[in-house]
């Protein structure tokens, strides 16, 4: 073989593999599902972020403040705010801008992945959004004042929302733990003690947060498939 026919089918090779990849890619985050299932599943990673308390908005950006949409997210009338706060632990360590997302809640959260509790200094616990008692605090800085929070920081459990179609199609209820199977080239994963959160109001969607989301290169994932585990004793419905 010359040199120049190596380099063309070289060519060839790599726009086929480009191909094959991108047709891979595009299916990622919405697995092929059965087609008896009610909705397809989508996972998403869930960064780093703050749920405001009214009060605690207006104390960080001033009285009278309203969030404001930058970005819906995939749940119906949840987005990413265009407000950032900074979260400062233990030693003056800090993790600038970290995104508020709305509307607001009745109990300011700040959700981390298990990097940023390191980085920030702090023990963090693995909790459902809302278990906040016994959790350590941190201080927020927003441009108009500080917040001091003595609880409400937490590593947000690994969870999947689910509708009571989705439950009864998965056979599992609220509070049961999935396995989540997620094949990436390289880092085929299942994740376990996926978290039910039922609501007759959500769409199908699993939350993990970064760390776990770039453990499996979920960006790259070619299929993600949500199981009840073998011998589980949870209480299916
Ligand atoms: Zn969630």
């Known amino acids: ?8 089918s070289r060519t060839q090779i ?7 990849l991108t047709q891979e890619v595009g299916g990622a985050l919405s697995a092929a599902a059965p087609s008896s ?25 001033g009285k009278g403040s309203q969030l404001e949409v930058q970005k819906d997210l ?9 407000q ?5 632990g233990p030693r003056r360590r800090m993790i600038p801008n970290v995104r508020v997302l709305g509307p607001c809640r009745g109990d300011t959260q700040v959700e981390l992945a298990f990097t940023d509790t390191i980085s920030l200094g702090l023990e963090i616990p693995i909790r459902i959004s809302g278990d906040l ?8 800085m927003g441009p108009k004042g500080v917040v001091e929070l003595d609880k409400g920081v937490i590593r947000a459990a690994r969870h999947v ?58 960006d790259h994932a070619t299929s993600v498939k ?12």
């Open 1 to 8: 073989m010359t040199q120049l026919t190596n380099s063309i």
């Open 14 to 20: 790599e726009q086929l593999v480009r191909q094959a």
């Open 74 to 82: 995939y749940q119906d009338g949840y987005f990413a705010a265009t």
């Open 226 to 237: 949500l199981f009840v585990p073998e011998g589980c004793k949870c209480k299916h419905s």
């Open 161 to 218: 929302h689910m509708s009571p179609a989705d439950c009864a199609h998965h056979g599992c209820a609220n509070g049961d733990k999935l396995h989540l199977r997620i094949e990436s080239h390289g880092c085929t994963t299942v994740l376990e003690d996926v978290v039910v959160r039922e609501n007759p109001e959500v769409k199908l969607e699993v939350h993990i947060d970064t760390d776990e989301g770039n453990a499996v290169d979920l």
């Open 37 to 61: 299932a009610p909705n397809p599943l989508v996972v998403n990673i869930s960064a780093r972020h703050i749920h405001l308390s009214q009060e605690h908005l207006e104390i960080l950006f």
């Open 84 to 88: 950032t706060v900074a979260i400062v």
């Open 133 to 140: 008692e016994n959790t350590p605090g941190c201080v927020l």
